[in-house]
């Protein structure tokens, strides 16, 4: 078999987000309050004390095609990161408490021989779309593997994204950051709009695409108007009403004095302080993509590539 490397940018075309659809989501809004009820809630007045912040980078370092008898596969050599920060929010301190980089070839055929620092790893498909969408899966997985390692400590784990596939480890929540699409109906998006910073709305039960509970938070540091400085977070569906609603006081508690600062982040205040600095970490623990690149292009070489 050999294996060719694509010349143009790798991360071409890489985006994990799907398009918002059209249809309307399936919304019971009556778990915490009634909808005609609705209204900004405020904050416990104390909450978890020691939490979890879990996050992934990916990052696509080469696009191949494998060639055999004439057939030829699309693959991407991949390398994905995942980590856990541990905040004491008494003291205000946060620590890295595992870390973790893995690296990966993604095609529906194997090459038959090591390719360089990327084990072959089966995709089911050889859409180029769907290559993606099974490294994104092992970055989640890794997610999920620095989470359990920590969770233990935690009071609450917040995982970077939505939480789907990742809702078996204790007194976790999914932490959305921008907003692709509206789920409420508009009398009660109203209500997010009116939440001031430190506020959610009552949660609800998103039923569209994979059931879960959710519910919209604002942070401090933006104008609280809009949908500036909002969150919407995550949590399990096997969970009872009342464990759901407890995830969101945890929540409105814990995050706003996470929340990152707009002349240090331009993602800010969504971005949090402790996932901001992980993000970092993490993209230095993937490497150097030029160097990444030679060695493709060496393993390659090995397997009969002509330039």
Not at 35 to 64: K, L, T, Y
Not at 105 to 123: K, N, T
Request: some cysteine; aromatic content about 6%.
């Amino acid at each position: 078999m050999q294996i060719t490397v694509d010349a143009w940018d790798p991360s071409f075309a890489d985006n994990p987000e799907s398009p918002s659809r059209a249809n309307q989501a399936i919304v019971n809004a009556g778990i915490e309050l009634e909808p005609a009820d609705w209204c900004p809630v405020d904050a416990p007045a104390s909450g978890p004390r020691r939490i979890v912040v879990v996050d992934g980078v990916r990052r696509i370092d080469a696009r191949v095609e494998l060639l055999e008898d004439g057939e030829r596969w699309p693959g991407v050599c991949v390398s994905w990161a995942a980590g856990a920060v541990a905040c004491d929010l008494d003291g205000q301190v946060s620590t890295v408490a595992e870390a973790a980089v893995e690296r990966g070839l993604f095609a529906a055929v194997g090459p038959g021989v090591d390719f360089g620092y990327y084990p072959y790893c089966e995709a089911a498909s050889a859409d180029p779309g769907e290559l993606v969408n099974e490294a994104q899966q092992k970055m989640a997985d890794l997610e999920a593997k620095m989470a359990a390692l920590c969770a233990l400590e935690a009071e609450l784990s917040v995982l970077d994204g939505p939480l789907r596939g990742r809702t078996r480890l204790p007194n976790s929540v999914g932490y959305i950051k921008s907003h692709h699409r509206s789920y409420l109906p508009g009398e009660l998006n109203a209500v997010v709009e009116r939440l001031r910073p430190g506020q959610r709305t009552p949660v609800f039960h998103l039923m569209s695409g994979w059931p879960r509970y959710t519910w919209y938070l604002r942070l401090p540091g933006t104008s609280s108007r809009g949908w500036a400085g909002v969150a919407r977070l995550e949590a399990a569906d096997d969970l009872s009403e009342e464990a759901a609603i407890a995830l969101a006081d945890a929540t409105a508690a814990a995050l706003p004095p996470l929340g990152s600062a707009a002349h240090k982040d331009a993602r800010a205040p969504q971005n949090l302080t402790p996932i901001a600095g992980l993000e970092r970490r993490l993209k230095r623990m993937l490497g150097d993509p030029r160097l990444l690149l030679r060695s493709v292009r060496a393993a390659s070489a090995e397997t009969g590539e002509r330039p």
